[in-house]
């Protein structure tokens, strides 16, 4: 797991937590169930049995791969519209090809990060390159999705390029831990991710033995999701593995700790790290879209099916797929993400 590595954690700023600073305890732990996206690349539902007030701000989050594809195997997903949210992708091993209707994308790999503002409407696709799909290789990566309060849903779409040279990096108070900051703050050092929405991403990477203890900001919620390898969360050691999601409860600090005992193919522990201020609006959520009520879901649909999220650019108008609707709660198809029927809080 690459993404991104120093020869020497040593020379990285520790982050220290403050004296009697407070512990936040474990709220529930699930395990996230596994199914395919897009044109068929495995992913992991890491949100999945969670309520969404537990995760406010974010939505969704899907763990791609890990998986080694053969020759002819890497797929992707085809052109399809998103409303009113943020997707964040991570790529940890493995290449991606980005492009959206507004001119934004790019091919980010090991350790970078792309970061779209869908807002009033954005079609996008993401895809393997066909150096990929021919010779196969691993891939391994995430995709978040953050919510946007109303006032921001209509906002311009915008891209962002996070080159994996760019993140922030510092070390845990024992050495053991390599944090990387995505986006957001941790014990003052500051991610290069720009945030509509007041958030923090994390990606960290124990060693065998290796206790965690990161400062957290008490307004934030704080989600923890194991990407691989095995440990405990919280001062009760709830145990945790690759695929489980941990909620955390009021409190300034995330406990974290790696087993001394790892699987071969996984020597360190790694652990996707989230929180943000939770944004407290309702959430009407179908398919590609996330607003506040079902009546703008529903107009989200009408709108791309009347081409007003735009269209897809000429040189790629042979791949494009019909977005289906038959009713309210019906299965939609040809399009990334897709829940059954409306959710809401």
Request: glycine residues 12%; without cysteine.
């Amino acid at each position: 797991m690459p993404a991104v590595t120093v020869s020497d954690i040593t020379v990285l700023p520790r982050i220290v937590s403050e004296p009697g600073a407070r512990a936040r305890r474990v709220k529930s732990v699930t395990t996230a169930p596994q199914g395919f996206e897009g044109e068929g690349f495995p992913v992991r539902r890491a949100f999945a049995g969670v309520d969404l007030n537990d995760l406010d701000p974010f939505i969704h989050l899907d763990q791609m791969g890990e998986v080694e594809y053969a020759p002819g195997e890497p797929k992707g997903t085809p052109w399809h519209p998103h409303r009113g949210f943020e997707t964040v992708t991570y790529i940890i091993d493995g290449i991606f090809d980005h492009k959206d209707n507004h001119g934004g994308g790019g091919t980010i790999t090991n350790g970078d990060t792309q970061w779209m503002t869908a807002g009033a409407g954005i079609l996008h696709i993401e895809t393997p390159p066909e150096h990929l799909v021919v010779s196969g290789g691993l891939f391994h990566g995430f995709q978040l999705w953050v919510n946007l309060p109303a006032a921001k849903k209509w906002s311009t779409p915008a891209y962002q390029d996070i080159r994996a040279g760019d993140v922030g990096l510092l070390a845990s108070h024992d050495g053991g831990t390599l944090i990387r900051v995505i986006a957001g703050e941790v014990g003052g050092h500051k991610g290069p991710g720009s945030t509509q929405t007041p958030i923090t991403i994390v990606h960290a990477t124990l060693a065998p033995g290796a206790e965690l203890r990161l400062p957290w900001r008490k307004d934030y919620n704080a989600l923890a999701y194991t990407l691989n390898g095995h440990g405990t969360v919280g001062e009760e050691r709830q145990p945790v593995q690759m695929g489980q999601l941990a909620v955390m409860a009021d409190g300034d600090v995330l406990v974290i700790r790696a087993d001394q005992n790892q699987e071969s193919r996984s020597p360190s522990m790694d652990v996707l790290i989230l929180g943000g201020e939770p944004i407290r609006e309702s959430v009407a959520w179908m398919g590609p879209f996330v607003m506040n009520t079902k009546a703008e879901v529903l107009q989200a649909f009408d709108d791309f099916q009347k081409g007003l999220l735009g269209t897809v650019p000429a040189e790629h108008v042979a791949v494009k797929k019909p977005l289906q609707r038959s009713g309210e709660g019906s299965k939609l198809q040809g399009i990334h993400n897709t829940p059954d029927g409306i959710q809401s809080n």
